[in-house]
T-cell receptor, first 113, second 115 residues
Framework: KAGVTQTPRYLIKTRGQQVTLSCSPI?????VSWYQQTPGQGLQFLFE???????NKGNFPGRFSGRQFSNSRSEMNVSTLELGDSALYLC????????????FGQGTRLTVV | AQTVTQSQPEMSVQEAETVTLSCTYD???????LFWYKQPPSRQMILVIR??????QNATENRFSVNFQKAAKSFSLKISDSQLGDTAMYFC????????????FGTGTSLTVIP
C-alpha cells in the first residue's frame, strides 16, 4: 500500500507569489489534514478535509486555503506569499475524521525569498 | 484550548543508555489520546507510541515506554538501549475526541544519540 505522497518536495517562491501544494493520501483514506512546521513552533494545524468538505480550520489568515477532490487528494494554496510562510508543510492521512491513527507524508519544504 | 509543552529543545544520550523526554499538556477534556512522533532527517513523521487517556496502564512499544500521569498532565517518553537510529526530532502530541478531532503538537525535542 503506497504511503502519503506530497508534491513537490521542495519549492522556492518569491514574496507576493502564490503556491499550490499537493497531498495524495493512503488509498481508502478520506481525511486529509495539513500542518505548518517551523523551527521553535512545532506543528500548527491549518485545516482538515473529509469527503471534499473542510471540517476544521486552524488559526491562519485567509491567504491559506485548501480543497479536496473526489479521489481524496488534497491541495493547499497560499496566496500573496510572505517571508514568514517559509516552512515545512506536512499532510496527514486518516481513514476518517474519528480515526486516531494518522500517517504523514514527507512534507513540502517551501522557501519564500 | 489545548496546549502541549516540551521544555527540552535538545537532548543527547550515549548509545545503549536510557533517556527520558518530557511533555506536559493542558486540557479540560476527559477523553483524549496522547502520542509521541519521531521525525528523522527524512522529515516523515513516524508514530512511536500512543496512549489512551482512559487507560491507566502505561503504553510500551519495544524499547519505548511512556510515563503517563493524568492528574499531573504529564506524558514522558523513555527510550531504553538508545540506538544511533533514534537520532531525530521527537514531538509530543495531544488529540481530543470531540467533534473536531485534531492534533495539537509540542515544539519538539531534538535527540542526538552519541556513538
Amino acid at each position: 500500500k503506497a504511503g502519503v505522497t506530497q508534491t513537490p518536495r521542495y519549492l522556492i517562491k518569491t514574496r507576493g507569489q502564490q503556491v499550490t501544494l499537493s497531498c495524495s493520501p493512503i488509498s481508502g483514506h478520506r481525511s486529509v489534514s495539513w500542518y505548518q512546521q517551523t523551527p521553535g513552533q512545532g506543528l500548527q494545524f491549518l485545516f482538515e478535509y473529509f469527503s471534499e468538505t473542510q471540517r476544521n480550520k486552524g488559526n491562519f489568515p485567509g491567504r491559506f486555503s485548501g480543497r479536496q477532490f473526489s479521489n481524496s487528494r488534497s491541495e493547499m494554496n497560499v496566496s500573496t506569499l510572505e517571508l514568514g510562510d517559509s516552512a515545512l508543510y506536512l499532510c496527514a492521512s486518516r481513514e476518517n475524521p474519528r480515526n486516531t491513527e494518522a500517517f504523514f507524508g514527507q512534507g513540502t519544504r517551501l522557501t519564500v525569498v | 484550548a489545548q496546549t502541549v509543552t516540551q521544555s527540552q529543545p535538545e537532548m543527547s544520550v550515549q548509545e545503549a543508555e536510557t533517556v527520558t523526554l518530557s511533555c506536559t499538556y493542558d486540557t479540560s477534556e476527559n477523553n483524549y489520546y496522547l502520542f509521541w512522533y519521531k521525525q528523522p532527517p527524512s522529515r516523515q513523521m513516524i508514530l512511536v507510541i500512543r496512549q489512551e487517556a482512559y487507560k491507566q496502564q502505561n503504553a510500551t512499544e519495544n524499547r519505548f515506554s511512556v510515563n503517563f500521569q493524568k492528574a499531573a498532565k504529564s506524558f514522558s517518553l523513555k527510550i531504553s538501549d538508545s540506538q544511533l537510529g533514534d537520532t531525530a526530532m521527537y514531538f509530543c502530541a495531544f488529540m481530543k475526541l470531540s467533534k473536531e478531532v485534531q492534533f495539537y503538537f509540542g515544539t519538539g525535542t531534538s535527540l542526538t544519540v552519541i556513538p
